[in-house]
């Protein structure tokens, strides 16, 4: 049996537009190449294996996979995955994501934040699902704004003057800052009307 390659490792071509010189990965085995997987077994975009380190801006589509060293910023509308071998330093700004290694930065995650053991975080997390596995460290503020707009919507046009009024400090949503502020309940009602299912 002879090993070897059929084909040059990488394929090299120049796009006659733009001027640009493409490299791509070269197929070098007859059998089909294993499809990388995300942890929820989803097809992966892009992966960055353990043993890289990447600085600078990274933005994508799709779910990506960081198994390496990662410092910077990250913006993505879909999925970002951190696994558990992962080092981050940057400000993450995604859809949704699934930390299991070390992530020092704040997190905005418009959809949902899973944090997942042996997971390390140290700094702020805004989004509207957070989930914590047994296990996960975590230092910093966790803000799910979103979600609590939603909640006092619900139960004030529910029971009207259940809650009274709520009154908040200036904030952007965007920036996920943290809303400062205080409900002012009426004075006619007993405090724990509030958590009669009736009241609801």
């Known amino acids: 049996m002879k090993f070897g390659r059929k084909e040059p490792l990488f394929n090299s071509s120049i796009d006659e537009s733009t001027g640009v010189d493409s490299v791509h990965l070269a197929n070098h085995y007859d059998e089909p190449r294993d499809i990388v997987r995300s942890s929820a077994g989803n097809d992966l975009n892009a992966f960055m294996g353990p043993g890289c380190i990447y600085e600078g801006k990274l933005t994508f589509e799709g779910r990506v ?48 934040c899973d944090l997942r053991a042996p997971g390390v975080i140290v700094g702020n997390i805004c989004s509207p699902i957070v989930t914590m596995e047994e296990g996960v460290r975590f230092d910093g503020a966790m803000q799910m704004q979103n979600a609590l707009d939603e909640v006092v919507q619900a139960r004030t046009q529910r029971a009207p003057g259940a809650l009274g009024t709520l009154t908040t400090g200036e904030h952007d949503d965007d920036d996920c800052g943290v809303a400062t502020g205080r409900i002012e309940a009426p004075a006619t009602r007993d405090p724990s009307d509030l958590l009669d299912p009736e009241n609801i």
Request: hydrophobic share 40%; no cysteine; aromatic share 4%.
């Open 65 to 112: 996979r960081i198994d390496g060293k990662f410092t910077g910023e990250i913006f993505s509308t879909d999925t970002l995955e951190v696994g558990p071998g992962a080092e981050i330093e940057a400000e993450i700004d995604v859809s949704s994501v699934i930390i299991a290694g070390r992530v020092t930065g704040n997190i905005n995650a418009r959809g949902r």
